[in-house]
């Protein structure tokens, strides 16, 4: 690799975070072009790539381009109208929240032509992507966690039993999306019904978890094999819960406090379950993971983790890493070095099979 590695910047995507993902890779961007040669690649929603010209990401415009899943071609960015080899970048970037970027699906992509990528990998982002799945992990790793329960399909039955397993008031959460688009705190029986219908119309798999009055923490941890965790930050959403409004609304008064005004076993508590939780997952390179930190007993739950958080240069991610001492373009620089590091490892594994 050059002194200066070139990483192509993959931002936008197909999900309901494309503005968001906007907004970081702006960011992102601007960071990596310290030490880095950048390359802007946007997604636009309907899914086509285009390499931008220049090292700051547009909302629209480029080459269209794409990638071929095939590791002979070293990870080259061609031209979509005719295949002409345009730039090979030395590492991939997605910067991509949400369904196809966050998931797993776009990390299938690049693991299949070979290039390093930052961040998980394709079980890690997928199991972190789905609600269900991330808590049955947690729960084989004996993370504390609120209770729940989830539902494949609108059946009244098993909803009354959960409703009765559960009790008043829940939370009802489409399985696979983020940003609390279609999370919704459910407080009567009635308010039931309209917040599933809600949720499926969102996916087919949703959760149902118990309501806790608690503060809510975050932890940023950064490494592969050795995760460390930063300080932790505390978020004070404006309103009755984190929404969508209360996360990216102009007028938001949401607060984050960082570092958390909480005691050092408080602390601990959370930077350690934090990295449990990467663990349980197995991320690579970066994750948010949230807690719930509840105000009668003081009991730190799990809420979820995040393998490609907010990452904009005000986002609570880069900024614990900040108030931890790491600042934001050396941030961004081990990220690079931890792709390279975990894709140098995964090259030397073995692929055949013989005595
Ligand atoms: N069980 C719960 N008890 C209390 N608040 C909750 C609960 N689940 C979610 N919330 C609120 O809803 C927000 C969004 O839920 P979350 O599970 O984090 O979804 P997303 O992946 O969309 O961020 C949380 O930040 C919190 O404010
Ligand atoms: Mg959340």
């Avoid at 503005?19 to 390359?39: C, K, N, P």
């Avoid at 080259?76 to 090979?88: G, I, N, P, Y």
């Avoid at 019904?193 to 978890?209: I, M, P, S």
């Avoid at 907010?310 to 890493?321: E, H």
Wanted: net charge negative; charged share 25%; hydrophobic share 40%.
């Amino acid at each position: 690799m050059s002194p200066r590695p070139r990483v192509a910047v993959l931002f936008g995507g197909r999900s309901g975070e494309h503005e968001v993902s906007l907004r970081s890779a702006a960011s992102v961007a601007g960071g990596l072009a310290q030490h880095h040669d950048v390359l802007c690649v946007l997604i636009e929603k309907a899914g086509r790539w285009r390499l931008q010209s220049g090292p700051e990401p547009r909302p629209s415009g480029g080459e269209p381009v794409f990638l071929a899943p095939d590791p002979t071609d070293r990870g080259a960015l061609r031209r979509f109208a005719d295949a002409a080899s345009l730039v090979r970048p030395d590492v991939y970037f997605p910067v991509l929240h949400g369904p196809y970027g966050e998931d797993g699906t776009v990390q299938g992509l690049l693991d299949l032509a070979a290039v390093p990528y930052v961040g998980a990998g394709v079980a890690a982002s997928a199991a972190a992507m789905d609600k269900a799945m991330m808590k049955a992990l947690f729960e084989r790793a004996g993370l504390p966690q609120v209770s729940h329960r989830v539902l494949f399909s609108r059946d009244p039955a098993k909803e009354r039993t959960v409703l009765d397993e559960l009790g008043l008031p829940v939370f009802v959460k489409p399985a696979n999306l983020g940003s609390s688009v279609a999370v919704s705190r459910v407080p009567t029986t009635d308010a039931f019904d309209a917040a599933l219908d809600q949720a499926f119309a969102y996916d087919h798999k949703v959760v149902v978890e118990q309501a806790v009055d608690a503060r809510e923490v975050e932890v940023s941890i950064l490494g592969n094999d050795a995760p460390e965790a930063s300080v932790p930050g505390e978020i004070v959403p404006d309103r009755e819960f984190y929404d969508y409004d209360s996360k990216y609304a102009p007028d938001s008064s949401t607060d984050l406090l960082i570092p958390a005004p909480l005691d050092d076993a408080a602390t601990e508590e959370i930077r350690r379950l934090g990295v449990a939780a990467f663990r349980a997952v197995d991320a690579s390179g970066l994750a948010r993971v949230d807690f719930f930190l509840e105000r009668s007993s003081g009991r730190v739950l799990v809420n979820e983790i995040n393998t490609m958080p907010g990452f904009t240069d005000i986002s609570m991610y880069p900024r614990l890493w900040e108030a931890s001492g790491l600042p934001y373009p050396e941030l961004l620089a081990r990220l690079v070095t931890l792709a390279t590091e975990r894709h140098a490892r995964r090259a030397r594994l073995r692929t055949d099979y013989g005595p």
